[in-house]
C-alpha cells in the first residue's frame, strides 16, 4: 500500500493525471517538481501541500517561493532538488513522469532508497484500460520479433539482477540486436518515411 508519494513532473499531463488519482486515493505528497511552469505548481501546492517543491531554474524556484510564501512548503530547484525529492523518507514511492534523462538520476536514487517506482508515461480510465493495453501489445508486436524477445528476456532476467549486472546485460542484447537486417531497414525506412520491411534477423 502506498501511503505518500513524490512526484516528477507534477505540471506535466502525466503529472496531473496522477494527482488526480493521489487525490481520488486520499494518498499524501510528499514532494512536487515542474520545469517551468510556476503558477500550476503553486496551485498544486495549495491544493496537495507538500512538503517540498522543486523547478527546473533557479528563477523559476524564486517565483514560486515569492507566489506559496504563506505555505510551510520548502522550494529547491535544478538537479540537486530532484534528488531530494526523489529521496525523501516521507515518501514510499517515487512517481516518474518526466521524460528521458532527466528523470534518471533521480529515479535510480529512489531505487538505492528501495522506494516504489512508478514509471507513468500514459494514463488511462480504468474502464479503457484492457482496451489501451491491447493497442500497445498490438503496436509493439508489429515490431521486428526479434527484438521484441530479446527484449522481453532481458526484462525479465533483469528483475532478479543488481543494477550493474542488469544494464552490462541490457547493453549486450542491444548489441546482438544491434547486427541484425531489421535494424538497418528500420533506420532506413525511418529517414526515407516509409514503412519498414521487417525480416525478423
Same mark, same amino acid.
Request: hydrophobic share 45%; proline share 2%; glycine share 8%.
Given at each position: ?5 513524490? *512526484? ?23 514532494? =512536487? ?9 503553486? $496551485? ?6 507538500? #512538503?517540498?517543491?522543486? !523547478? ?23 538537479? /540537486?532538488?530532484? %534528488? ?6 516521507? &515518501?514510499?514511492?517515487? *512517481? +516518474?513522469?518526466?521524460?528521458?534523462? =532527466?528523470?534518471?538520476?533521480? +529515479? ?6 528501495? #522506494? ?14 484492457? @482496451?489501451?493495453?491491447?493497442?500497445? &501489445?498490438?503496436? *509493439? !508486436? ?16 533483469? %528483475? @532478479?539482477?543488481?543494477? &550493474?549486472?542488469? =544494464?552490462?546485460? $541490457?547493453? @549486450? ?9 531489421? #535494424?538497418?531497414? /528500420? ?10 520491411? =521487417?525480416?525478423?534477423?
Amino acid at each position: 500500500m502506498v501511503n505518500c508519494v513524490s *512526484i516528477l513532473g507534477s505540471t506535466g499531463s502525466i503529472g496531473r493525471q496522477s494527482l488526480d488519482i493521489v487525490k481520488h486515493l486520499g494518498i499524501g505528497v510528499a514532494a =512536487l517538481t515542474a520545469g517551468k511552469s510556476v503558477e500550476r505548481m503553486a $496551485e498544486q501546492c495549495r491544493e496537495f501541500r507538500p #512538503k517540498l517543491a522543486v !523547478m527546473a531554474t533557479e528563477e523559476a524556484a524564486a517565483a514560486l517561493a515569492e507566489q506559496i510564501s504563506d505555505l510551510p512548503v520548502d522550494v529547491e530547484w535544478g538537479e /540537486g532538488g530532484l %534528488l531530494h525529492a526523489a529521496s525523501m523518507e516521507e &515518501a514510499d514511492c517515487v *512517481i +516518474t513522469a518526466v521524460v528521458g534523462m =532527466l528523470g534518471l538520476k533521480p +529515479t535510480l536514487e529512489a531505487i538505492r532508497r528501495k #522506494k516504489r517506482i512508478g514509471l507513468a508515461n500514459k494514463v488511462v480510465p480504468q474502464a479503457e484500460l484492457l @482496451d489501451a493495453c491491447r493497442a500497445m &501489445a498490438k503496436t *509493439i !508486436m508489429s515490431k521486428g520479433s526479434y527484438a521484441v524477445s530479446v527484449a522481453k528476456a532481458v526484462i525479465n532476467a533483469g %528483475l @532478479d539482477m543488481d543494477l &550493474a549486472n542488469g =544494464l552490462k546485460m $541490457e547493453a @549486450d542484447a542491444f548489441g546482438l540486436t544491434f547486427a541484425t537486417h531489421d #535494424k538497418q531497414e /528500420g533506420m532506413t525506412a525511418f529517414l526515407e518515411k516509409r514503412p519498414a520491411e =521487417l525480416t525478423d534477423f
